[in-house]
């Protein structure tokens, strides 16, 4: 049986009074689950986590983890019932080690640590071997290795990734998508917003792409990637996809294989 762990229903949200980003917007996760938010530019896909996390207002609807109300929670809050978010950028603390940063992603609960150490390093076994090294050396995707880590430092419920890919050269990109395989292959239900809409259906469950706020269409990310409306309107000409999407299986097949 399906469990869901997180759910938005008709989520209206905004910054500033009177102008709403979000206009109705109905997602969930179930447990398990690797789920992409996609769309066009300026459609809500950050507003969306940053509502979920706490950080925009809601004017209405509703935000469930578990099967419990969050709606309106602050952020420390939600990350002890078990909300795990790492935000686009300023998500490491450059100063600190590696080992220092995984600290502070347990701060809320320090008897885990040890454990929950154990577990990033299983999942990458690359952290462990470089504990001491200051996360302000590491190359972009590294960070966004540690940054995920930190997240993962609470055992969340769910992890929220708002555009890992951004700014990262195409080769770190591939890195990335394969790390957050990778934890949620050790059974982490995750949320990812991406502007490299293909890219993530890829690895995605299931997807949305959101239009103007609202969630616009859904479906398995096979289905999205090949559906024509959503190729035409949001991953550019049917042939392109098709090409694109074609090379960049293969490229993705290839890859953790290399690893
Ligand atoms: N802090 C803010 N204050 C006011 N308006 C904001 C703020 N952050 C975002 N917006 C506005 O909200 C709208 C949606 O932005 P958002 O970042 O959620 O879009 P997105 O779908 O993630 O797009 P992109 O892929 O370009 O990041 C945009 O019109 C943006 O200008």
Same mark, same amino acid.
């Given at each position: 049986? %399906?469990? $869901?762990? &997180? ?14 980003? *979000? ?10 689950? &690797? ?11 950050? %507003? ?16 469930? *983890?578990? =099967? ?7 952020? /420390? ?45 299983? +999942?990458?076994?690359?952290? =462990? ?9 590491? @190359? ?14 609470? /055992?969340?419920?769910? &992890? ?9 050269? !195409?080769?770190?990109? /591939?890195? %990335? ?40 269409? @859904?479906?398995?990310?096979?289905? +999205?990637?090949?559906? !024509? ?5 949001? +991953? ?9 999407? $074609? ?13």
């Amino acid at each position: 049986m %399906t469990e $869901t762990v &997180l759910r938005t229903t008709d989520l209206v949200a905004g910054y500033i009074p009177g102008v709403d980003i *979000l206009n109705g917007c109905s997602v969930y996760v179930e447990k398990g689950e &690797l789920v992409g938010i996609i769309g066009p530019n300026g459609a809500g896909k950050s %507003t969306l986590l940053k509502a979920i996390f706490g950080q925009v207002n809601i004017r209405s609807g509703a935000i469930e *983890l578990n =099967g419990g109300d969050i709606t309106g929670l602050k952020a /420390d809050k939600l990350v002890s019932r078990g909300v795990g978010m790492v935000p686009q950028n300023n998500n490491v603390f450059p100063s600190l080690t590696i080992e220092e940063n995984l600290e502070m992603g347990s701060y809320q609960k320090p008897k885990m640590f040890k454990e929950r150490l154990e577990f990033v390093t299983d +999942l990458f076994p690359e952290l =462990g071997k470089r504990l001491k090294q200051r996360a302000g050396a590491l @190359s972009g995707g590294e960070r966004q290795m540690v940054a995920m880590s930190r997240a993962l430092m609470m /055992d969340p419920s769910v &992890l929220l990734l708002d555009e890992p890919s951004a700014g990262l050269s !195409p080769v770190r990109q /591939d890195e %990335t998508f394969i790390n957050i395989s990778i934890i949620n292959k050790a059974g982490v239900s995750v949320l990812i917003v991406e502007q490299n809409a293909r890219r993530a259906l890829q690895i995605c469950d299931r997807g949305y792409v959101l239009d103007q706020g609202r969630d616009a269409y @859904s479906g398995s990310g096979r289905e +999205l990637m090949n559906d !024509p409306k959503v190729i035409e309107l949001y +991953l550019g000409t049917l042939a392109a996809g098709q090409e694109k999407a $074609t090379a960049d299986k293969a490229k993705a097949a290839e890859l953790p294989a290399t690893e």
